[in-house]
């Protein structure tokens, strides 16, 4: 599942009838579970992902730097930090793993936000409600 169609998912699910709010406020525990379980799915794809990318850093490392045990040939010191920063970063199937890992972290950041305004939308609801009590003379 892309970043994408959570995002048109959620704008969909997001919405709230005003003129229903007490089944707005039952739908609630579903949504919750709609969204955690894809935020737990798309959470161990994170992991493995992570997982997968100190793997291939190592196996990298080992092509770009160690070839033959020594750094590359130039004039110029750097440090080993240096090195990964400026050789190893720069690998071109390494910054593919790191582009897919960074959507995942933003997939990931982005349905947790998601489940914390469900979290809140029961407080949301109420405030609704307590507003048109209020404009209604009754609260």
Excluded: C
């Amino acid at each position: 599942m892309t970043i994408d169609e959570i995002m048109t998912m959620w704008e969909n699910d997001s919405h709230i009838d005003d003129t229903d709010l007490d089944n707005e406020s039952l739908k609630i525990p579903n949504l919750h579970q709609k969204y955690l379980n894809i935020y737990s799915k798309e959470k161990r794809k994170l992991s493995d992902l992570k997982t997968h990318w100190k793997v291939l850093f190592q196996q990298r490392w080992e092509v770009v730097i160690s070839k033959s045990g020594k750094a590359p040939e130039h004039n110029i010191r750097l440090s080993k930090t240096e090195l990964e920063k400026y050789y190893v970063a720069a690998d071109e199937p390494l910054q593919k793993a790191e582009k897919i890992l960074n959507e995942q972290e933003a997939k990931v950041e982005y349905l947790s936000k998601v489940l914390s305004i469900i979290e809140n939308r029961s407080f949301h609801i109420n405030n609704a409600i307590t507003w048109r009590k209020f404009v209604a003379g009754l609260g």
